[in-house]
């Protein structure tokens, strides 16, 4: 009976040490596998004992690289669409079902006017445009305009997330190209509308020469030099549209060198000469003979023609204008004064727009096409300089213009 019981007992402790022994790796394997789980970059070390176990780690193991694999896959891809979206010039915003934000680019985030990354919040709180409501709710992929507040106007199409709810709305500016069909339009319907007087002017001179004037030599001469005025008219515009084209198309060649603005000065003065003498303008220059700009010579000339005609053009009879230059830091200043009637403010802050005149009688009766100065601004600003105008005291207009300055070789050594 007792060799029984001790027998029992031996088996009984048995068991419980061989249970222990097999449970404890058991355990050990349970705990490394919930640290895989947490991280799946480590690995269950040895598995001491049984040969299944170490068989199932082994299999753990192979489950962890594969699952490390996929996360690092799941990460570049990640890495890759973020740096991909932030790269575009178009706004990227993916909402889900309830129209929160999960991903947004820099393009997006730009237009929105954010920084943070909006990540999880709703969208319509942040532009509250119901143009993007009714965008989001329908059911279908579809595209409005619309103006975001605070930011440009912008093309927003919405495409379905495939089997999703949410959606991805890419956005697009289109400030610029707006603008830009605005300024085209404008432009050819101030073209025609300069081109329409000329023209009318020609046909009806002609005809009327035709049924007879043609025979009667004061009318006829009349006719005659009418038809002469309203071609050079023509031939005026035209020469001015095709220079902003050249200027527009980067057509217009430039060769920047030294340019001596005195002896360039005397030369634009040149072309202005008989009509300022017809006007009995008196037209004064004064200027540092050593002052020397960077710039085109031919392209400085007619800005300086430009100028000092229109100072010519729109001054009374026997009124002054005044061309000087000096240095100005790095920069020589020129300036074409006069003492005219000068222009209201109003008018002062547009001249330089293509067609914009402060007076249409006085420019068009002076020959005047109305793109003298969006010429000259072109052309300043393609050289690197600045051009601008100021009232003149007591009376009169100062339209100035910088360009950089080169020194002159006894300059240069000095320095
Ligand atoms: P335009 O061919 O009509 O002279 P511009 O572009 O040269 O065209 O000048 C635009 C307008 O600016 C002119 O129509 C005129 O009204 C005004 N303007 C330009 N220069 C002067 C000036 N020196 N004094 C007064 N008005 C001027």
Redesign the pocket.
Known sequence: METVAIALGLVVLTAIVTTAIVRRPLRRLALETQRIVRDPSRRISMISGDADLKELGHWINALAEDSERSRDALHHERTLLASVADGLTQGVIAIDGERKIEMLNDAARRMLGVQSSLVGEPLLEFVRVPELRELIDHTDDASAEVQLPNGPRALIRAARTWGRAGRVLLLEDVTAVRKLETVRRDFVANVSHELRTPVAVIRANAETLLAGAKNDPVMSTKLIDGLHRNAERLARILA?LLDLSRLDAGQYRMELGPVPVLSVTEQSLTAVETQAQQRKISVHVDMPERLTVKADAKALDQILV??I???V???QVEGNVWVEARELGDAIRIE?R?D????SDK?RAR??ERF?????S???E???????????KHLVESMGGEVG?EPNTPR??I?WLQLPSVPTPTEALAS
Do not use: M, Q
């Not at 005219?340 to 222009?343: C, R």
């Not at 002076?366 to 010429?375: E, F, N, P």
């Open positions: 001015d430009n100028l005609d229109n100072g053009k729109y001054t074409v006069d005219g009637p000068g222009i008018h001249v330089f914009y005149r402060a007076d249409p006085r420019s068009r002076a020959g005047g096409t109305g793109l003298g100065l969006s010429i000259v105008v009169g207009s339209f």
